[in-house]
């Protein structure tokens, strides 16, 4: 009787499990493609800071100090005229 019922069932059993399969299969791909395409743009916005970076420490390196400092107070502080630098007295 109940080898009747478990060759009924049995096809059953086997496509839900199949189907789980599949369903879990798909999600570790999906998540490790979205890992991938994550791991892609940080490396690219590494790779533009890097540039970045190179470009700005080139420019200053070709500046003379006193631009520097000009620069620094112009350009990096909320309000250059209340603050002041040690070195800009």
Do not use: C, Q
């Not at 979205?34 to 890097?50: G, M, Y």
């Not at 500046?63 to 990096?76: A, H, I, K, P, Q």
Request: glycine fraction near 4%; aromatic fraction near 8%.
């Amino acid at each position: 009787m109940i080898e009747m019922i478990l060759l009924k069932v049995w096809p059953y059993i086997a496509a839900i499990a199949g189907v789980i399969g599949v369903y879990l299969f798909g999600r570790r791909d999906g998540a490790h493609k979205v890992e991938k395409d994550n791991l892609t743009k940080a490396v690219d916005h590494d790779r533009k800071a890097a540039a970045i970076a190179s470009e700005v420490k080139d420019e200053i390196s070709k500046m003379d100090d006193d631009d520097v400092v000009s620069e620094l107070e112009r350009d990096w502080m909320r309000n250059p005229k209340k603050r002041t630098f040690p070195w800009s007295k």
